[in-house]
């Protein structure tokens, strides 16, 4: 079945510290890619995503991300973390022809210790 | 803008009731979708609207019921509530243009079901 997976469920990690988030997808065609943050108590925000082009994509907050189409994946980075980015985060998915359809998975709970 | 609205914020239903959540956008976007949120399984789409008078299901519809009489409004209907609906419910809406693939969500509802 057509999925996105997110293998990292929870992460911890102190302050000043480097994240990557993994992401995969298992569509074969063309695919717009997303990052959603949920911060404790707040609804869904868009981080990033990518439609086309260059494969690496900045976001809001200093968050980027790399497509890399062989590997299917879209993973989510950010080289010093913040306290404040602790929250849950989602990658996302819609298939081309979908109908903006999102496909989510299923979520990493990033905790940021002071 | 308001953006998305939904209400309420929080329910509480007995087994067997029904109830509407109500979804509202002032931004005219065209399509809108309701998910569901469930610890471990990220947001799975229950149905969509891609403008008004026409809707579609998604992944998870059984038991739940939607219509779409005008662009603002897009409400969910639960007609015979059971315990498995215990979860939290986003509204999205997302426009057209270079916006098109971007999903705007509310801030959610607590449902539970006894």
């Known amino acids: 079945a057509q999925s996105v997976s997110q293998h990292n469920h929870h992460v911890i990690l102190s302050e000043a510290a480097s994240l990557e988030l993994g992401c995969n997808y298992s569509?074969?065609?063309?695919?717009?890619l997303f990052w959603y943050v949920q911060y404790p108590g707040q609804h869904l925000q868009l981080l990033l995503k990518?439609?086309?082009?260059?494969?690496l994509v900045k976001g809001i907050k200093g968050f980027e991300a790399e497509f890399i189409k062989s590997k299917f994946s879209f993973n989510l980075r950010k080289p010093s973390v913040q306290w404040s980015d602790t929250a849950e985060y989602f990658c996302?998915?819609?298939?081309?022809?979908?109908?903006?359809?999102?496909?989510f998975g299923s979520g990493t709970q990033l905790t940021v210790l002071p | 803008n308001a953006g998305v609205t939904q209400t309420p914020k929080f329910q509480v239903l007995k087994t067997g009731q029904s109830m509407t959540l109500q979804c509202a956008q002032d931004?005219?976007?065209?399509?809108m979708s309701w998910y569901r949120q469930d610890p471990g399984m990220g947001l799975r789409l229950i149905h969509y609207?891609?403008?008004?008078?026409?809707?579609d299901q998604g992944e998870v519809p059984n038991g739940y019921n939607v219509s779409r009489s005008t662009t603002e409004d897009f409400p969910l209907r639960l007609l015979s509530a059971a315990p498995s609906q215990t979860s939290v419910y986003f509204c999205?809406?997302?426009?057209?243009?270079?916006?098109?693939?971007?999903?705007?969500f509310g801030p959610g509802t607590r449902l539970t079901v006894l």
């Open positions: 999205a809406s997302s426009g057209s243009g270079n916006e098109w693939d971007t999903q705007y």
């Open positions: 569509y074969g065609g063309t695919v717009n």
């Open positions: 990518y439609f086309s082009g260059d494969p």
């Open positions: 996302a998915v819609i298939p081309s022809g979908s109908a903006r359809q999102l496909t």
């Open positions: 931004m005219n976007h065209e399509y």
């Open positions: 609207s891609v403008g008004a008078g026409i809707t």
